[in-house]
């Protein structure tokens, strides 16, 4: 009787611990929050964390009267089933970290217009994405880096440099470089299904050569 009562006092604490970490679990995916962390630089928040895993979550444009102005480092990283992204005030929205929505497989819909700043990988691997538009002065290595549904992707006068693989293994077939455009780096417009290149008149690159059949100069 002592020794069973003894396997239940080592037992029970065991079970106890395992049924508060499947309760805890439980709970966060059922009960999905953004947490907010303070960006003294900006003055504002940025979503530091997202817990839970739900199809669509909803930026607000301020919490408690502070504005909601980024996206921090892997925030929505491996989020398998977020399908959409949608913030109350985009125009709020300065940057976007890297690996931030990487790995979202079934992410289809975000809009990027206004933001100014994106990490590197930020959207990498993001396999169903398919329409992007952008303003962003720099764009960085891999940004959208085996995003092999991408097919329609419009830059926005403001952009000025387009970095190594950010595009690579997309289905991009016709792409029209704004007149803002100052660098391609190597690489930058590789493994891509590029057909037509739209070409500002004055812009010079070396690493375009390659595609000079289809360049298409305005």
Do not use: Q
């Not at 504002?44 to 739900?54: A, D, Q, S």
């Not at 919490?63 to 709020?92: C, Q």
Request: glycine share 6%; aromatic share 14%; with cysteine.
């Amino acid at each position: 009787m002592e020794k069973y009562k003894l396997y239940l006092r080592h037992i029970i604490p065991f079970f106890i611990m395992i049924l508060s970490i499947v309760i805890s679990v439980f709970s966060l995916y059922n009960n999905p929050s953004i947490i907010y962390e303070y960006d003294k630089d900006y003055n504002g928040l940025y979503v530091k964390e997202v817990r839970g895993n739900l199809k669509s979550y909803t930026i607000p444009d301020a919490v408690s009267n502070i504005p909601v102005i980024g996206i921090g480092v892997r925030a929505f990283f491996g989020h398998s089933d977020l399908e959409e992204v949608k913030f109350e005030k985009i125009e709020n929205i300065i940057y976007i970290e890297r690996l931030a929505f990487s790995e979202c497989e079934k992410l289809k819909t975000i809009d990027l217009r206004y933001v100014k700043e994106i990490g590197r990988n930020a959207f990498s691997y993001d396999t169903s994405l398919d329409n992007i538009e952008l303003g962003t002065k720099y764009i960085l290595g891999s940004t959208f880096y085996k995003c092999n549904s991408l097919k329609n992707l419009k830059l926005n006068e403001g952009v000025e440099a387009i970095g190594t693989y950010a595009f690579a293994y997309t289905k991009i077939e016709e792409l029209r470089l704004p007149l803002s455009i100052a660098t391609i780096y190597d690489d930058g417009l590789k493994y891509m299904n590029l057909n037509k290149l739209y070409v500002p008149n004055g812009f010079m690159s070396n690493n375009i050569d390659f595609l000079k059949e289809k360049i298409i100069r305005y």
